[in-house]
Each structure stands twice: as structure tokens, then as C-alpha cells.
């Protein structure tokens, strides 16, 4: 069956970097956009990154931009997320999707609907 399996979170202090990695298996990664969402205590869950099938056209929300970097290695059926400059609000549950056969990231990639198969998230926290 279809998972997404992701795995580098922990704790990490303000300025910091940490890479997530989100392993794929189930399904033919190279055939899908990925996407990566964020969630903190007492918020809604938001998109924070997408990378297209081609994995040459990225997207990212306002607030990371310039400070992470998605990335995909088909051979290794995983996407990566590189996270620097990392801030005490980017604490936050962080998971990987799916993007649907019919979606793309363009226009969609901060929408919940356009995904169809999520991981169980990995924890990363900011602080001194």
C-alpha cells in the first residue's frame, strides 16, 4: 500500500538547519508531485513546499522561502526537505503528501484537497 514515511525531525536552536527526508514506497514516486505541510500546536496545518514531477519547478510558502529547499532522488523513492535558518515558529509537525494524479503544485500546493496520501509527520522544534 501507499506510505510516506518521514523521518529527521528533532530539536534544534534558533539559526539551526535539519534535513527531512520522506520515503516513498506503494506507489512510483517519479510518476507524482510531493508536497510538505507544517503544524503547530494550535494552528491549521499550512503548506510550506512542493516539488513538481520533473522536480525541476519548486514552490514555497512566503515564510520559508529562501531558507528551505526541496528536493527529490527518484532512485532513492524520497523527498527531502533542507531546512536553514530555522526560527522558533517553524516549530511545527511537519508531513509529506501526495500530490493527486490530477493536481500539480502550481496553484495548488497549500490546499489540502489537491493531496491524497499523507505521512505521520516528524516533530521539529525550535528553541535555545
Known amino acids: 500500500q501507499v506510505q510516506l514515511v518521514e523521518s529527521g525531525g528533532g530539536l534544534v536552536q534558533p539559526g539551526g538547519a535539519l534535513r527531512l527526508s520522506c520515503a516513498a514506497s506503494?506507489?512510483?514516486?517519479?510518476?507524482?508531485?510531493i508536497g510538505w505541510f507544517r503544524q503547530a500546536p494550535g494552528k491549521e496545518r499550512e503548506g510550506v513546499s512542493c516539488?513538481?514531477?520533473?522536480?525541476?519547478?519548486?514552490y514555497y510558502a512566503d515564510s520559508v522561502k529562501g531558507r528551505f529547499a526541496i528536493s527529490r532522488d527518484n532512485s532513492k523513492n524520497t523527498v527531502y526537505l533542507q531546512m536553514t535558518g530555522l526560527k522558533p515558529e517553524d516549530t511545527a509537525n511537519y508531513y509529506c503528501?501526495?500530490?493527486?494524479?490530477?493536481?500539480?503544485?502550481?496553484?495548488?500546493?497549500?490546499?489540502?484537497?489537491?493531496?491524497?496520501?499523507w505521512g505521520q509527520g516528524t516533530q521539529v522544534t525550535v528553541s535555545s
Open positions: 503528501a501526495r500530490v493527486r494524479e490530477n493536481y500539480g503544485c502550481s496553484g495548488n500546493f497549500r490546499r489540502e484537497i489537491a493531496y491524497d496520501y
Open positions: 506503494g506507489f512510483s514516486l517519479p510518476y507524482y508531485a
Open positions: 516539488i513538481s514531477i520533473s522536480g525541476v519547478t519548486t
